[in-house]
C-alpha cells in the first residue's frame, strides 16, 4: 500500500505531544520532550512547517521518505538485505554502513595517527585518545571517560550492582571481562602462552609480567633508591621500606605489616592453620620454612648411616649442610631449632 494512503498532512497548529519532563527542551518555548523526534516535530510550530503524519501511531514527520523508513516499524519490512549474509535492514543507508564490515573498507581515518575505521562514531571514539577529552563525568567522584559505556560499568563501583554472576560458584562481578577472566579458575583454561618457555596463563596481563623474566625488563624504579622492578606491586612493597608504612593491619590482635602476604602468614597463629604436612611422617606445620629445617634434621638422621655410593660434588655439598650440627643447620634456614611447631 503507498505511503500517501496512510499519511495526512498536518497543519502547525494541529501538531500536540504530551507534555512531559524529558532531556529535549524547545529553545523556543521551553516545552520539554522525552524523545528528540517529538522535539523535532514540535519545532515545526514554530518554523510554520508541514509534517507527514504516522496512521499507525500519530508520530509525525518533516518528510515522506522519513515517514516511510518509520512505517517498516510497524510492518516489519525489511526489504534492503545483504548479499554476504543475508542480514536485513529497514533503509539502504544502513545496508551500506553494514557492508562494509564484508568489504574490510575503513573510510574514516584518523587525521592523528591515520588509523582507519569502518564507521564514523568509531573515529570520534578513537580521536578523544589524542585529544585527552573525557565527556562522560561520575557524579559521585568526578572520574572521567572517553565512553559512556564505561561511565556506566564505572558507577556500579559506587551503586554495588553486580549484574554479572558465575555459574560454577555464584560469585558476582560488575564487569564482564571480569567474570570470563574468573570463569578460567574453574575450567583451567590457560589461553596465553609464553613463546619462550611455553608456560601458559589465564590472563594476558600475567603473561606480559611473565615474559619480562625473559628480557631482563623492570619498568617500575624506586624513587628513593633507584631500584627497579618488574611489577607494580613488588615496587609498592619494596617502597614501604623507606616509608615504613604497614597499611595490612590483623583484626585479632592490631599487628600491622607491609605486605598482605606478610599478614596472611601470621594470621594462622590465629586460626590454628597448619598447611605445610612432612610427606615422610605426617608432621604439621605452620609455616614452610619450619617444614624444610624438619626435613633438614630427618636427613642428618639418615645420613648418620653408612651412604651406599660416592655422591657428586653438588650432593656432597649438600650433605656437608645438613650433616652439620642442628644449631648450625636451622641456622643456615634463618631459623633455630626451638622455633619448630609440631
Keep these: 500500500m503507498p505511503p500517501e494512503e496512510h499519511v495526512r498532512l498536518l497543519k502547525p497548529e494541529e501538531i500536540k505531544h504530551e507534555i512531559v519532563e524529558g532531556p529535549y527542551c524547545c529553545s523556543e518555548c521551553g516545552k520539554s520532550f522525552r524523545q528528540e523526534g517529538h522535539l523535532k516535530s514540535h519545532q515545526s510550530t514554530h518554523t510554520g512547517g508541514r509534517l507527514y503524519q504516522c496512521s499507525e501511531c500519530e508520530q509525525s514527520f518533516t518528510g515522506i521518505n522519513a515517514l516511510t523508513k518509520h512505517r517498516r ?21 544502513a545496508l551500506k554502513k553494514h557492508q562494509i564490515i564484508h568489504t574490510g573498507e575503513k573510510p574514516y581515518c584518523c587525521s592523528d595517527c591515520g588509523r582507519g575505521f569502518t564507521r564514523y562514531s568509531t573515529l570520534q571514539l578513537h580521536q578523544r585518545t589524542h585529544t585527552g577529552e573525557k565527556p562522560y563525568q561520575c557524579s559521585e567522584c568526578d572520574k572521567s571517560f572517553r565512553q559512556q559505556s564505561n561511565l556506566i560499568v564505572h558507577q556500579r563501583v559506587h551503586t554495588g550492582e553486580k549484574p554479572y554472576h558465575c555459574l560454577e560458584c555464584g560469585k558476582r562481578f ?47 624504579q624506586c624513587s628513593h633508591c633507584k631500584k627497579s622492578f618488574t611489577r607494580y606491586r613488588n615496587l609498592q612493597e619494596h617502597q614501604r621500606t623507606h616509608t615504613g608504612e604497614r597499611p595490612y593491619f590483623c583484626s585479632e590482635c592490631g599487628k600491622s605489616f607491609a605486605r598482605r602476604t606478610t599478614l596472611q602468614v601470621h594470621q594462622r597463629i590465629h586460626t590454628g592453620a597448619k598447611p605445610y604436612p612432612c610427606s615422610e611422617c605426617g608432621k604439621i606445620f605452620r609455616y614452610s620454612k619450619n617444614l624444610k629445617v624438619h626435613k633438614c634434621i630427618k636427613q642428618e638422621d639418615a645420613c648418620s648411616g653408612t651412604m651406599v655410593s660416592e655422591p657428586d660434588d653438588s650432593e656432597v655439598e649438600e650433605h656437608a649442610v645438613v650433616s652439620r650440627p642442628h644449631h648450625l643447620a636451622t641456622e643456615k634456614l634463618g631459623l633455630q631449632k626451638q622455633e619448630l611447631d609440631y
Design 73 to 93: 516499524t510497524h510492518t516489519g519490512d525489511t526489504a534492503y538485505l545483504c548479499s554476504e549474509c543475508g542480514k536485513s535492514f529497514s533503509d539502504n543507508g
Design 174 to 220: 560488575y564487569r564482564l571481562d571480569v567474570l570470563q577472566q574468573h570463569q578460567r579458575i574453574h575450567s583451567g583454561e590457560k589461553p596465553f602462552q609464553c613463546s619462550e618457555c611455553g608456560k601458559s596463563f589465564c590472563q594476558q596481563n600475567y603473561l606480559q609480567v611473565h615474559q619480562r623474566t625473559h628480557t631482563g625488563e623492570k619498568l617500575y
